[in-house]
């Protein structure tokens, strides 16, 4: 959940590896810091976001450094907990993403070894580790380490008198950029791509031992050769580009992302031949893919009559059905740790596996047997957005080649009707919304995904409590909550649902709620029920999903935006959620 960065080469460390962590803050923001190495090992680090504080360079010199923004997993957001951590005689450094499960037991053992611990992380144990073993040859010393280590981790460890970084990584994303005879080690690329587009992704197991002249690589004690890859992002997909917040900008993005990942999915050939395997397909995912998930179970089965069956990822490593057919894992960042573990039983039990995720090198594609990318590029905002429209895109993708391309014509406008959504005036609603405690979101059918998305979005960025709904499920128990001060999200367009949604707001009007109603233009029956009518254009039920979907992610920033809220950085939240 953390973000790392380390800097190698001749340029001074420092601030590249700050300018790297700030663009890794939607990791992680509760605390910062930086060290490097010149001729001794140098720590700055405090409380707070990098992004608002400015950090004192004039004692930070060296060509050699690591940099940490935490989100707090084991002790509280404060200087002392803040990364780097030191060992006994400040000489070793290290910065780490990841959680040392078996910490307690090793901090006990080290302090019964006269060891003296000034934080209350797990991270800590790690320095004073690499200290026991160290005599002179850090990369030996880290290696050595690491047995000891269970759990996750991605660590950059430095050393006083080392021109050096030891990297290494187990469950953890740990990538290394290859510039001129400079290396930059991070948690993603987005830090990279300022610098080189050259790329090596390290593997479970590797440690690193990276210098300015090469990278040498072994897994496990043996030397290993891992491919540099290009990476095809551009820096400025990874800025505002003139709107206010990264979220916006990538609610904008959306139809040229539903655009490019309809047309990159038709490269997966060997995910269409595993979908063809016989038994029930299982999909896991986590938060808004989870609820892309559901999409996929609704649309498989409505369209092709397949059986599909979704389990969330942090339940299905200690609660596995029955497994037969093919596994999907969903997972923007391909670093979602639960969806991971999923998909390595899910290899155990002998299923074929699929990833659907945005990052091309991510440890999902090293897992599955296939990989379908999504096309959305960097995503900054904590909230997602665009990836869930790409991995939207990425099913009806699937199915519309399942059904020899009978989908193709609604699904090659579909963009365009983004584009229409994005110009619907939703104010009034923002208006109803932005005093409420509570607010229900209300769907069936494909519909109903979509409402559990529309109520994440609200209640993440703009801390309004939000629940989403099968409609039908309001009378066993919410129906308790309604009253003038609860505004519904009904979503009621055209199809099988629509008269008995129309049932399900009728009971709400009666119970003194407000609602605002999504339909479609030429509706006469809605608009005369609800309190806010938000009317889009006739379309298909594929289509729907879509700009349903855009109306809700506009509606909850637009609420934020109100309020005043730290949209692209809500409170207590980080994007690529590493950690179990």
Known sequence: MCGIVGYIGARQAAKIVTEGLKRLEYRGYDSF?????????????????????NLNYTDLLGSVGIGHTRWATHGVPNDRNAHPHADCTGRIAVVHNGIIENYAELRRDLIGRGHTFTSDTDTEVIAHLVEEHYSGDLCSAVAETLPLLEGSYAILVIAEGEQRIIAA?????LVIGVGDREFICASDVTPLIDHTRRVIYLEDGDCADVTRAECLITQYGGPVKRPIEEVDWDIQDARKGGFPHYMLKEIFEQPQVFYNTLHSVREAPDAFSLLSKPGMISIVACGSSFHAGLLYKYLFESYCGMPVRVEIGSEFKYYTPPLSGPVIGITQSGETADTLAALKMAKACGCPTIAVTNVVGSSVTRIADATIYTRAGPEMSVAATKSFMAQLAAGVQIIDCLLNHSLENELERLNFRIEEALMVPVDDAVILCKDAKSIFYIGR??????????????????????????????KHGPFALLSPDTPVVAI???????????????????????????GVIGDTQLPELVDIFIALPKSGEVTAIATVSVILQRLAYLTADTLGCDIDKPRNLAKSVTVE
């Not at 990584?169 to 994303?173: G, L």
């Not at 801390?463 to 039908?472: K, M, N, R």
């Not at 009621?492 to 999504?518: C, D, H, L, W």
């Open 445 to 474: 059918g494909l519909f109903y995904p979509v409402a559990l998305e529309g109520a994440l979005k609200m209640k993440e960025i703009s801390y309004i409590h939000a629940e989403g709904y099968a409609a039908g499920e309001l």
């Open 33 to 53: 810091g930086v060290a490097t190495m010149n001729t001794k090992v140098t720590i700055a680090k405090k409380s707070g976001r990098i992004s608002d504080e």
């Open 169 to 173: 990584r187990k469950a953890s994303p």
């Open 492 to 518: 009621a367009t055209p199809g099988r649902t629509y008269p008995v949604m129309i049932s399900n707001i009728k009971e709400i009007k009666a119970r003194g709620a407000p609602v605002i109603g999504i």
